[in-house]
Nanobody, 115 residues
Framework: QVQLVESGGGSVQVGGSLRVSCKVS????????MGWYRQGPGKQRELIAA???????YSADSVKGRFTISRDNAKNTVYLQMNSLKPEDTAVYYC?????????WGQGTQVTVSS
């Protein structure tokens, strides 16, 4: 049973930075491409960044140049460094596999950006 535990969210002002983390347990973490997703108020969950098992990355246009995904296979953890935050980045942030079949979703971590 894979468990995903996201942490590190919070409230920041426009232009601020946050790093969120996701600890993955119960799987061969290093074998999987991982993604960060977010769900804003009234919106569907969307993939915003991904990292392959050997490190290649993808970023959605909405976060390109501001957000950086990374992973530490020794710690079974994937990170998302978020810089130059905007109010439209306000959302609950989740991690999961980059593609289906997804593992059971964690509780997510709330990021709120205020002006």
């Amino acid at each position: 049973q894979v468990q995903l535990v996201e942490s590190g969210g919070g409230s920041v002002q426009v232009g601020g930075s946050l790093r969120v983390s996701c600890k993955v347990s119960g799987s061969i973490f290093s074998s999987y491409s991982m993604g960060w997703y977010r769900q804003g108020p009234g919106k569907q969950r969307e993939l915003i960044a991904a990292i392959g098992s050997v490190g290649g990355t993808y970023s959605a246009d909405s976060v390109k140049g501001r957000f950086t995904i990374s992973r530490d296979n020794a710690k079974n953890t994937v990170y998302l460094q978020m810089n130059s935050l905007k109010p439209e980045d306000t959302a609950v942030y989740y991690c999961n596999r980059e593609s289906t079949p997804y593992w059971s979703w964690g509780q997510g971590t709330q990021v709120t950006v205020s002006s």
